[in-house]
């Protein structure tokens, strides 16, 4: 464990970078050298690594060996999730599901894992604003929870005819209703012989600056 000492004997620059680092990871983003450098006007990626080294050694920061978005803050990964943006959900009228994209690894966003119940498997981004009343903006990040079933009245991510939506569930005997939360879009019925399927249930939201 770090103490304030360790942080106050810190050279100007160095504290500079810890800062900056700090801010980045507890938004969940995890900087590469090559951005840390860009950041600083460093010359090359050696002076960033030089700088997260010392860091490293010093206690003031945590390294996955082998990974270019390595860094986390000491404790990190009892608090925090790993998850992948895999493509965008619409908030209105089904979008095509790019599932897939932000898949590598590096790519991942580091999260407080309390953000979410239950614990989500992947990320979306919300396209749309059929989901307003629920809190749900354009542009938001949606934690999704993989399932292929779903209670009614849980807010879920479906499938329809390959492309994806969220949406609140609604069974009855005879017919699944995919309800928006904004009074200006029309709810969705699932039609005899259409594809439908649930790809996940909604977990909670991040909503980047």
């Given amino acids: 464990m770090y103490t304030m000492d360790a942080i106050d004997h810190l050279p100007p620059q160095r504290a500079a ?8 990871l507890a938004a969940g983003r995890s900087p590469s050298l090559a951005e840390i450098a860009l950041a600083f006007g460093f010359a090359s990626r050696n002076a960033a690594q030089k700088h997260v080294q010392a860091l490293v050694a010093d206690g003031l920061l945590e390294q996955t060996t082998g990974r270019s978005r390595g860094l ?51 990320l979306l981004k919300v396209q749309g604003d059929s989901m307003i009343d629920d809190g749900i903006l354009d542009g938001d990040l949606v934690g999704v ?33 995919l309800l928006p939360r904004n009074p200006a879009h029309a709810p969705i019925e699932i039609e005899r012989g259409q594809e439908f399927a649930i790809e996940g249930v909604y977990c909670g939201l991040l909503r980047q600056g």
């Avoid at 970078?17 to 980045?24: D, H, I, K, S, Y």
Wanted: hydrophobic share 40%; no cysteine.
């Fill in 72 to 122: 986390r803050l000491p404790g990190g990964p009892a608090d925090l999730l790993p998850l992948a943006v895999l493509g965008r959900v619409a908030a209105g009228q089904p979008i095509g599901a790019d599932i897939g994209l932000g898949a590598d690894p590096d790519d991942r966003l580091w999260l407080d894992r309390r953000l979410f119940s239950p614990t989500p498997d992947y």
């Fill in 17 to 24: 970078v810890l800062a900056f680092l700090q801010r980045e």
């Fill in 145 to 177: 929870q993989r399932s292929a079933d779903a209670r009614d009245g849980q807010t879920v991510i479906a499938r329809i005819d390959g492309e994806l939506t969220i949406k609140r569930l609604q069974r009855t005997t005879r017919r699944i209703h």
